[in-house]
């Protein structure tokens, strides 16, 4: 995926985030070539199940239900959904959502959550298809407010400063493991993992982390 930083995305015409800089590494210390195809985060999964891609690379939890028909590298870091307003809005908190409607993006493990709690905060759940739209939805007035996940947020809000337009109304909602998803019985999942221990063990993991502000 090519838009989900700080994970994933595209500065100066290269590949880089968090789970880029960490999958290019485990490529030089295992000798793998990546040759980037990209996709939106919706088409990741199926195109695992179809054999067209051999690793997917974004910020991807791991959830019961992916397991089933996908394969999980180590989990590289952990994080969880949050709900978000426009920053004028009078939404504060979970309470506020009642009656509202709350936007989740298509093939989101914030979906997922979503789809859990949407009773107990007595929303209306409306799908769309990315991050941009979301956005853009909440802005016009068209949603009230948006889930998503929480380490993309927490950098979005990050980078855009006093500049902000969105707000956290929550704190993060079922915290999980993010890894690199492949096809079942993949192979290529050993030799992620073997990578990623080496550089847990010499401190480079720990460095990428906090070049993304992410330790």
Known sequence: ????????????DEYTGLSNDILQRVAELEN???????MKFAALIPALQAGQIDVAVSGIFVTEERKKVVEFSTPYHSQGAVLVAPMDSKISGVA??????????QGSAALA??????????VTLRVIQDHSTM??????????AMIYDSGLTAYEI????NKSRIKL???????????FALPKESDLA???????????????????????QLD
């Open 135 to 144: 956005l853009l939805a909440m802005q016009s007035g068209d949603v009230d």
């Open 96 to 105: 506020d959502l009642k009656g509202k409607t709350i936007a989740a993006e």
């Open 113 to 122: 959550v979503a789809n859990r709690h949407a009773a107990e905060w007595g």
């Open 190 to 212: 050993a030799v992620i993992n073997a990578g990623m221990a080496k550089m847990e063990a010499n401190g480079e993991m720990t460095t990428i982390k906090h070049k993304y």
């Open 158 to 161: 990050h980078t855009q400063g």
């Open 32 to 38: 793998l070539k990546l040759n980037y195809q990209p």
């Open 169 to 179: 109304v929550s704190d993060v909602i079922d915290p999980t493991g993010i890894a």
């Open 1 to 12: 995926m090519t838009n989900a930083p700080p994970f994933s995305y595209v500065e100066n």
